[in-house]
Nanobody, 124 residues
Framework: VQQQASGGGLVQAGGSLRLSCAVSGRTSSNRAMGWFRQAPGKEREFVASIDWSGSVIKYADSVKGRFTISRDNANNTMYLQMNSLKPEDTAVYYC??????????????????WGRGTQVTVSS
């Protein structure tokens, strides 16, 4: 079971990117999922999470109003639409699923099956 993030790239400040997270190996429709990011020299941090139904969503304060998380359970895929990007958004972005079914939370320790991240670089 693994999540694979894609869609990163180089963009100017103020631009937009859409990240995708494909889940393989099992269904993710009964698990909360989340986006996290790690900048050079910093710890991995929470960005956004969405519950199994898509009805409960939480964002980090730093991205609220600019990023939108969504999921397509039929296709085992999650998305992160990132608008008004800032240089401080530069990081490797990872997606992950909660290790426990039907549990809701934002604690990074609750998530697992970390796949390879995707690099997002925002130039000023």
């Amino acid at each position: 079971v693994q999540q694979q993030a894609s869609g990163g790239g180089l963009v100017q400040a103020g631009g937009s990117l859409r990240l995708s997270c494909a889940v393989s190996g099992r269904t993710s429709s009964n698990r909360a999922m989340g986006w996290f990011r790690q900048a050079p020299g910093k710890e991995r941090e929470f960005v956004a999470s969405i519950d199994w139904s898509g009805s409960v969503i939480k964002y980090a304060d730093s991205v609220k109003g600019r990023f939108t998380i969504s999921r397509d359970n039929a296709n085992n895929t999650m998305y992160l639409q990132m608008n008004s990007l800032k240089p401080e958004d530069t990081a490797v972005y990872y997606c992950a699923a909660d290790t426990v079914r039907y549990r809701w939370g934002t604690d990074i320790g609750s998530f697992g099956s970390w796949g390879r991240g995707t690099q997002v670089t925002v130039s000023s």
